[in-house]
T-cell receptor, first 116, second 115 residues
Framework: AQKVTQAQTEISVVEKEDVTLDCVYETRDTTYYLFWYKQPPSGELVFLIRRNSFDEQNEISGRYSWNFQKSTSSFNFTITASQVVDSAVYFCALSEADTGRRALTFGSGTRLQVQP | DTEVTQTPKHLVMGMTNKKSLKCEQH?????MYWYKQKAKKPPELMFVYSYEKLSINESVPSRFSPECPNSSLLNLHLHALQPEDSALYLCASSRSGSAPYSEAFFGQGTRLTVV
C-alpha cells in the first residue's frame, strides 16, 4: 500500500515570510519517486520537482527548496520570501517502481494563501 | 510545446446526455492519463494509456469510456452520468507510462457539471 500525507490543510502567511509544506509518505518499495506539484486557481497542475529514493540531496531552485529525508519518510518543500503569486494548492505525490503502481498517487494537498 | 490541451473547458450535461472530453498533446509522450478531481480533494487516477493501450483502469464505472485514437489524442466518453460525477477532469501525459520517474504534464481540465 502506498500513502502520502500532507497534514497541513491550509496555511496563510504574509508576503516575504518563509513557509514549509510538509509531506510524509509510506511505501514498501525500495525504488520510488516523489514529486511536488502546484495547482493555481486556473486548475492545471504544474510540475515542480522530482526526487528518486536513492538521491537524498536537498535541492534549491530560486526561492524553492526541498528537503528529502528517508529516515523520516519526509519530503518537505520550503518557499523562501513568499509572494502572492505563490498562492495555490500544493500536492506531494508518490510513484513506485518495484511492486507498486506506476502512476502518481497524490497527498490531500496544502492550500497556501500568501497575503500582501 | 509543453502543453496539454483539453476541450471543452466547461461542460454542463444532463444525466441522459452523451458527451466527450478531449485531450491533446504534441510532446511525443507515450503515456496519457485521466484524473478526476472533486472540490478540495486531490486528483484521483481513472485511466492510464501506455503506447495507446489501456494499462490501468482504476475500477471506473462503465459510464466513463476512454479512448486513445493515436499517441497524441485521448478522449473520455461520458454517458448516463450522475450528479456526483460532477468534478474537474484532468488529462495528463508523460514520456512513458512504464517509467515511474516520468513527470506528468497536466492540462487545465474540463469542469464538468451533471444536472
Amino acid at each position: 500500500a502506498q500513502k502520502v500525507t500532507q497534514a497541513q490543510t491550509e496555511i496563510s502567511v504574509v508576503e516575504k515570510e518563509d513557509v514549509t509544506l510538509d509531506c510524509v509518505y509510506e511505501t514498501r518499495d525500495t525504488t520510488y519517486y516523489l514529486f511536488w506539484y502546484k495547482q493555481p486557481p486556473s486548475g492545471e497542475l504544474v510540475f515542480l520537482i522530482r526526487r528518486n529514493s536513492f538521491d537524498e540531496q536537498n535541492e534549491i531552485s530560486g526561492r524553492y527548496s526541498w528537503n528529502f529525508q528517508k529516515s523520516t519518510s519526509s519530503f518537505n518543500f520550503t518557499i523562501t520570501a513568499s509572494q502572492v503569486v505563490d498562492s495555490a494548492v500544493y500536492f506531494c505525490a508518490l510513484s513506485e517502481a518495484d511492486t507498486g503502481r506506476r502512476a502518481l498517487t497524490f497527498g490531500s494537498g496544502t492550500r497556501l494563501q500568501v497575503q500582501p | 510545446d509543453t502543453e496539454v490541451t483539453q476541450t471543452p473547458k466547461h461542460l454542463v450535461m444532463g444525466m441522459t446526455n452523451k458527451k466527450s472530453l478531449k485531450c491533446e498533446q504534441h510532446m511525443g509522450h507515450r503515456a496519457m492519463y485521466w484524473y478526476k478531481q472533486k472540490a478540495k480533494k486531490p486528483p484521483e487516477l481513472m485511466f492510464v494509456y501506455s503506447y495507446e493501450k489501456l494499462s490501468i483502469n482504476e475500477s471506473v464505472p462503465s459510464r466513463f469510456s476512454p479512448e486513445c485514437p493515436n499517441s497524441s489524442l485521448l478522449n473520455l466518453h461520458l454517458h448516463a452520468l450522475q450528479p456526483e460525477d460532477s468534478a474537474l477532469y484532468l488529462c495528463a501525459s508523460s514520456r512513458s507510462g512504464s517509467a515511474p520517474y516520468s513527470e506528468a504534464f497536466f492540462g487545465q481540465g474540463t469542469r464538468l457539471t451533471v444536472v
